[in-house]
């Protein structure tokens, strides 16, 4: 009996930071499902609902490092039931307020909420999994995240068809407020937890020396460059551009989008398995190309069959996992005991390539929007605006690899001389 709940009690602990992290990809991708009920609610055009979709990467982002901080002084249970509740109010702040600078706040709080979804799973594994573990559960770990965000494409959108999208709203909010109560309630930390690892805080003074390095800015930005794929795209401006370009339902789309992150389930091994043979930053470039290369073939508009179409967003999501090895060209950056910082430091820039792409998508379209209304007076926007907007996804990727060919340079000069070093020490 003891051997059972001492073999299971890691993985149920397990369980709620993860499923936390699986529901916030739900809110991240919800407002891509509402657009024109969004706009009709508020009485905005595409700007502002790109500023309104952006305002959850600042938040997202601005708490990466908060985050990591209150998780190492203080126990997960504590962190992760505070950041939920959080979650569920700001949600329901956003649902049932009619001024746009409110839902604003809203989103921004959604966003500093979810930020405890990677961060507190990540946590939870180094304390009750063995360091032998931690990478094959942090594998696990993105799996089954990423089902969050297929389960928030099509299965939403079908529930937004049915209910009134306020309804769908409530429930999640209620969801996230009951899923953080009962973290608090079931969530510890082991009794055996060692004490260096209790004293293994996170060190501020790590990240002054992360962000004088122009090398690290350098891979970081082009990290934002190349993510609009996914978090310009597929977050929220997929799903209108395939229904106006394709004449597709909305749970279609949304269907369509979603495999994106089917694409990514497999991605991350499949990349680490190349960039183990041919290098990380020729795999990060080659995805950046592919990346581009999709991109102006879906905006071409062409009569695709639905088959080529699903390949289409597959591949994408394979490449978008891209940003794995992002992580490993900033270890080769680093000593190791700045891993942990520079981790955070680059999922933070990364983050916010999400409120870059869609405010600046949103200025475009407003931008070339050729006047037409609705017949309930919202903006109308063409499928030229659509792809004149978009087209900036694939124009950042190439020069975001661009960036990645001069980092890579480094990183090999780097190398070549600490072998350099090496041989000098062994003669």
């Known amino acids: 009996m003891f051997g059972i709940k001492f073999n299971y009690l890691p993985f149920f602990m397990w369980l709620f930071p993860l499923l936390f992290f699986a529901y916030q990809f739900v809110l991240r991708l919800w407002p891509g499902l509402m657009v024109q009920q969004i706009m009709a609610q508020f009485s905005i055009d595409a700007t502002h609902f790109g500023l309104l979709a952006a305002f959850y990467y600042y938040g997202y982002a601005g708490m990466q490092i908060p985050v990591a901080i209150l998780l190492d002084r203080f126990s997960s249970r504590y962190i992760v039931c505070i950041f939920a509740v959080i979650c569920g109010l700001a949600t329901l702040l956003f649902t049932y307020t009619d001024h746009f600078y409110l839902a604003v706040l809203g989103r921004f709080l959604i966003g500093a909420g979810s930020a ?3 961060l507190g799973v990540s946590k939870v594994l180094s304390e009750w999994f063995p360091k032998t573990q931690y990478t094959r559960m942090i594998g696990f770990s993105f799996t089954v995240g990423l089902m969050g965000a297929i389960y928030g494409g099509r299965p939403i959108s079908l529930l937004i068809e049915a209910y009134r999208w306020q309804e769908v709203a409530l429930t ?3 969801i996230s407020i009951i899923w953080g109560c009962s973290t608090y309630f079931f969530l510890r930390s082991p009794n055996n937890l060692s004490e260096s690892r209790k004293n293994d805080s996170f060190k501020l003074a790590n990240f002054t020396v992360l962000v004088a390095s122009p090398l690290m800015w350098l891979l970081a930005f082009s990290n934002l460059l190349m993510v609009g794929s996914l978090e310009g795209f597929a977050d929220v401006w997929g799903v209108p551009y395939l229904m106006t370009a394709y004449d597709l339902k909305k749970e279609d789309a949304a269907g369509l989008v979603s495999f994106v992150f089917f694409g990514m389930l497999f991605g991350g091994p499949l990349l680490a398995f190349f960039s183990k043979k041919i290098g990380n930053c020729t795999v990060i470039m080659a995805c950046g190309l592919g990346m581009a290369l999709a991109f102006v073939l879906l905006l071409l508009n062409l009569n695709y069959h639905w088959g080529l179409l699903v390949s289409l967003f597959f591949c ?4 978008c996992c891209y940003q794995v090895v992002i992580f490993a060209v900033g270890s080769e950056l680093v000593a190791p005991r700045y891993l942990g910082i520079t981790v955070a430091f680059l999922n933070c820039i990364n983050m916010l390539g999400g409120s870059f792409f869609h405010t600046f998508i949103g200025k475009i379209m407003d931008m070339f929007w050729m006047g037409t209304l609705s017949e309930d007076g919202l903006r109308q926007y063409s499928l030229e605006v659509y792809q004149y ?14 960036m990645i060919y001069f980092v890579g340079r480094k990183v090999r000069s780097k190398r070549d001389y600490s072998k350099q070093i090496r041989f000098f020490h062994e003669d």
């Open 172 to 174: 999640l909010a209620v």
């Open 389 to 402: 907007a978009l087209s900036i996804v694939p124009i950042c990727a190439v020069i975001g690899v661009i």
């Open 116 to 118: 405890v979804g990677f």
């Open 316 to 319: 994408i999501g394979v490449m």
